[in-house]
């Protein structure tokens, strides 16, 4: 498959789940493959780290690893084929019970500024002299990995938002304007009576060095029309932070 239409399958496949971790794509009949950490930081001074693949159901498994990098561009995903990172072994196998680990290797230089990739577990369906009666629990995880750039000097996403309105959609925008990735979570919308709503529990999603990404949001449109400050939690702090809004566009 050439790398356009392997980029494209790529979209296809995780278009709007990108960013949750892992996807169950059928319904389960036991525990399985299990991934770990969520997610990897990989420091100019490293050239590799590891994941532990896992299988915690009690039938053997098979897992593929792929990796890609991760790009936002016009506040959407894209991924795209990468020389840059290695995940190695690319295919293994599992007995229950069993765990492996898995090498992430950058391939080059660090880079000059913070880069962003995806590494894609599947677990494969089983064989058809494997397969058991009804339906099978396929997973995948995407798990974000962070290449950090050269030089001693501290990163930091920096931030800015902007909330637009299409009749009662509202779809908030986030450039990250820094040069450290940023995890927003737990976004709230406090108006100005101070008055706490709940927008987005949880993890909403990546802003990318430099780049942005734009959300479709389920909150009330009046609501967020109105005065008030929009709050997140970012990497984890356990400090929310104000989001500084531009001018929404109405």
């Not at 299990?34 to 159901?57: E, R």
Request: aromatic share 4%; glycine share 10%.
């Amino acid at each position: 498959m050439s790398g356009r239409r392997l980029a494209h399958a790529v979209r296809a496949a995780l278009a709007g789940a990108a960013l949750s971790g892992v996807l169950a794509l059928a319904p389960a009949l036991a525990a399985g493959l299990q991934v770990t950490p969520t997610s990897l930081t990989l420091p100019a001074g490293k050239s590799a780290d590891g994941l532990w693949l896992s299988n915690t159901g009690d039938r053997p498994l098979r897992a593929q690893i792929r990796v890609f990098h991760w790009i936002q561009e016009n506040g959407e995903e894209r991924f795209e084929p990468t020389r840059a990172l290695a995940a190695s072994p690319p295919m293994l196998a599992l007995a229950p019970g069993a765990r492996q680990l898995v090498r992430v290797i950058r391939l080059g230089a660090p880079p000059a500024a913070e880069e962003a990739y995806r590494l894609i577990v599947d677990e494969l369906p089983p064989g058809d002299r494997d397969r058991p009666a009804g339906l099978q629990f396929v997973l995948r995880y995407s798990v974000p990995v962070f290449l950090a750039p050269t030089g001693d000097a501290t990163i930091a996403p920096d931030l800015r938002a902007q909330l637009e309105f299409d009749g009662a959609q509202a779809r908030l925008t986030v450039h990250n304007r820094g040069s450290q990735h940023a995890q927003l979570a737990d976004l709230s919308f406090v108006d100005a009576q101070g008055g706490r709503h709940a927008i987005a529990p949880g993890l909403l999603g990546y802003a990318l060095a430099g780049q942005g990404m734009r959300w479709s949001l389920t909150g009330s449109a009046d609501l967020l029309r109105g005065p008030g400050t929009l709050k997140a939690r970012v990497n984890g702090e356990p400090i929310e932070r104000t989001l500084a809004l531009d001018s929404p566009a109405r």
